[in-house]
């Protein structure tokens, strides 16, 4: 069972990444989770700043690896890069409908390279984000458990 974190969270933050960590662990707890093996990083661009955050697709189970200025340092694979608010929209559809919908599912976003890109080493490790997108959206649902997402 999972318990909702009834709080605001700054989006991005490594508390937002912990806590979305958290709730996805607790509710794909019965391996519901698609089996992935990737770490993959989230590039968050703003108006004054980029933010990076590395998640690791760890078999059944994700974790959080950190805030890093370089995905290399954190031997990241692959990794998604958009505007802070192409991640907003697609959090703020997420928490009204408890899962992406339509134009704003990581497929979606990212199929076209626009407005989300996949950047990685090689054609290997982007066609590793795109083969776990199922396992990658489930992820970004467990959104769904936070509260309020602010900027």
Avoid at 16 to 36: P, Q, W
Avoid at 73 to 100: C, H, P, R
């Amino acid at each position: 069972m999972v318990t909702e974190i009834k709080t605001q969270f700054k989006f991005p933050s490594e508390e937002f990444f912990r806590a979305l960590v958290k709730v996805t662990n607790e509710a794909l707890s019965d391996k519901s989770l698609g089996f992935a093996v990737l770490k993959m990083g989230f590039e968050v661009i703003g108006l004054d700043f980029v933010k990076r955050y590395v998640i690791n697709f760890d078999g059944y189970e994700v974790n959080y690896e950190g805030e890093t200025d370089d995905f290399d340092i954190l031997q990241t694979e692959a990794y998604v890069t958009g505007q802070l608010s192409v991640y907003l929209d697609m959090f703020k559809n997420i928490q009204e409908n408890s899962k992406a919908t339509g134009p704003n599912t990581f497929n979606a976003l990212t199929m076209a390279g626009f407005p989300l890109n996949i950047q990685g080493k090689d054609q290997v490790a982007t066609d590793k984000v795109f083969r776990f997108a199922e396992t990658i959206q489930q992820f970004l649902d467990s959104a769904a458990f936070l509260g309020e997402i602010i900027s």
